[in-house]
């Protein structure tokens, strides 16, 4: 598609910011107002804009996708977004581990144990590890607990943390991306590919699925820094 405008601009409007392309206000894919919460993703989304060129790229959107996501779909859903990042808890990553007599087990509890047992702490939670591949239920309790951590986040961050989680198959992983306190995601995203990575250590390294991973992982660092964004 050809660019079809000149000026981009941010306004503030009722409810919180919305971009205009030569004065006109954006709409959703699904045609609904395009307003975010704060004046900081509301410039970033321009930014988007207008540093398009003669064509316009949608690679280039980085966040435009997850402000529209959040609009269209959590916030028309909420209960089946929160049903959806639950499911990511029962079959979470950090959970299903190796067989403890093989070296990968040992790996994973040197970066997966620390970090859940730091989530456990700060959601007074416990999760279930698992050897094998054996689908195990989480206690009730814990999924009741981060049901009710996850009610009471707003649309936009509910849209950014169902990015992470379906990248990293986490729940874990994006509730600790959460955190305001983290510094580097992309931490969160290595540990998240802990598996993928000791096999490539351990029988080479292919460039396609290398690749598949960096591109992955920029996905999964603007999820992240939308989540900011929108806070800020």
């Avoid at 601009?9 to 919180?16: D, I, Q």
């Avoid at 916030?75 to 190796?98: P, V």
């Avoid at 198959?169 to 590919?193: H, K, T």
């Avoid at 990575?197 to 992982?217: F, H, L, M, P, V």
């Amino acid at each position: 598609m050809k660019r079809f405008y000149e000026d981009v601009s941010v306004e503030s409007t009722n409810g919180g910011y919305r971009v205009l392309l030569d004065g006109r206000p954006i709409k959703t894919q699904m045609g609904r107002p395009q307003v975010v919460p704060s004046k900081t993703l509301a410039h970033a989304l321009a930014a988007e804009w207008a540093e398009q060129g003669e064509e316009i790229d949608p690679r280039k959107f980085l966040f435009r996708d997850h402000a529209d996501f959040a609009i269209d779909i959590v916030g028309e859903n909420r209960a089946e977004t929160i049903a959806k990042l639950l499911g990511f808890a029962e079959t979470d990553t950090l959970c299903y581990r190796a067989d403890p007599d093989e070296p990968l087990y040992r790996r994973q509890q040197e970066d997966w144990e620390p970090l859940l047992c730091r989530l456990e702490d700060e959601h007074g939670v416990s999760f279930q590890r698992i050897s094998g591949v054996m689908h195990k239920p989480q206690p009730p309790e814990t999924i009741a607990t981060l049901k009710a951590h996850l009610d009471q986040l707003d649309d936009f961050s509910l849209a950014g943390m169902t990015a992470l989680a379906s990248l990293s198959a986490s729940l874990a992983i994006a509730l600790l991306a959460g955190d305001e306190a983290v510094n580097d995601p992309m931490l969160l995203w290595r540990d998240a590919n802990l598996e993928e990575e000791w096999q490539a250590d351990q029988w080479g390294r292919e460039e396609e699925a290398e690749e598949r991973r960096r591109k992955k992982g920029e996905e999964f660092s603007a999820a992240h820094t939308f989540m900011l964004l929108a806070k800020s």
